[in-house]
């Protein structure tokens, strides 16, 4: 299953780890445990932070994954189950189906 993980970096921490000169270095250790599918930085709500997909097999691998951004950035984070287009292909049939019968 994939999930879109928008993680925003608590300031005090981000300036931080910017004025001891290891951001670079966290940045990198961090997003080479989660191993994101997709990953980008970006402002989320006004400070630094960013958007990375993560794809999981089972819930419980999804603590593992987003500890890092806790722990190494003081991250807060939200997470939503996404789709490919080809995922959605294969959920036509199930759509189709329960627009008929609630549609």
Request: overall charge negative; glycine content about 10%; hydrophobic content about 40%.
């Given at each position: ?10 300031p ?10 290891s951001?670079?270095?966290t940045m ?6 989660i ?15 960013g ?31 996404v ?13 189709q189906h ?6």
């Amino acid at each position: 299953m994939r999930v879109m993980v928008t993680f925003s970096i608590q300031p005090e921490k981000g300036d931080a780890l910017i004025k001891d000169g290891s951001m670079g270095e966290t940045m990198q250790s961090i997003f080479e445990e989660i191993n994101p599918e997709a990953l980008y930085f970006t402002t989320v709500e006004g400070t630094r932070g960013g958007y990375c997909v993560i794809n999981v097999d089972d819930a419980s691998q999804i603590p593992a994954r987003t500890e890092p951004l806790f722990l190494g950035l003081g991250a807060a984070i939200q997470m939503q189950p996404v789709m490919t287009p080809e995922d959605l292909g294969r959920a036509t049939e199930s759509i189709q189906h329960v627009a008929q019968k609630y549609g």
